[in-house]
């Protein structure tokens, strides 16, 4: 089992930046996926970022060069840098860790982002 927990949401004006944090316990494991997924009201849950365990990325295209996704492997911490953010942005994010040997998915309770106009 592995357990989530994001932190670092919040209210921001359009424009501005906030840094997102997902702390993994349990039986994580360097070698595992991690990644960013977010949900706006009325809408379905996608994707973000994700980052492999050997540190290769993959952002939505419409988070591409305003996201910036990072881990550290030592705090079992998956890191989402959010700048320029925009009304859009606004959702509750959540933390996803893949467990490809095992073929599990873990998510966490979401984070709760607003972008302000």
């Known amino acids: 089992q592995v357990q989530l927990v994001e932190s670092g949401g919040g209210l921001v004006q359009a424009g501005g930046s906030l840094r997102l944090s997902c702390a993994a316990s349990?039986?994580?494991?360097?070698?595992?996926?991690m990644g960013w997924y977010r949900q706006a009201p009325g809408k379905q849950r996608e994707l973000v970022a994700t980052i492999t365990s050997g540190g290769s990325t993959n952002y939505a295209d419409s988070v591409k060069g305003r996201f910036t996704i990072s881990r550290d492997n030592a705090k079992n911490t998956v890191y989402l840098q959010m700048n320029s953010l925009k009304p859009e942005d606004t959702a509750v994010y959540y933390c996803k860790v893949t467990q490809y040997y095992y073929g599990m998915n873990y998510w966490g309770k979401g984070t709760l982002v607003t972008v302000s106009s």
């Open positions: 349990g039986s994580i494991s360097s070698s595992d996926a």
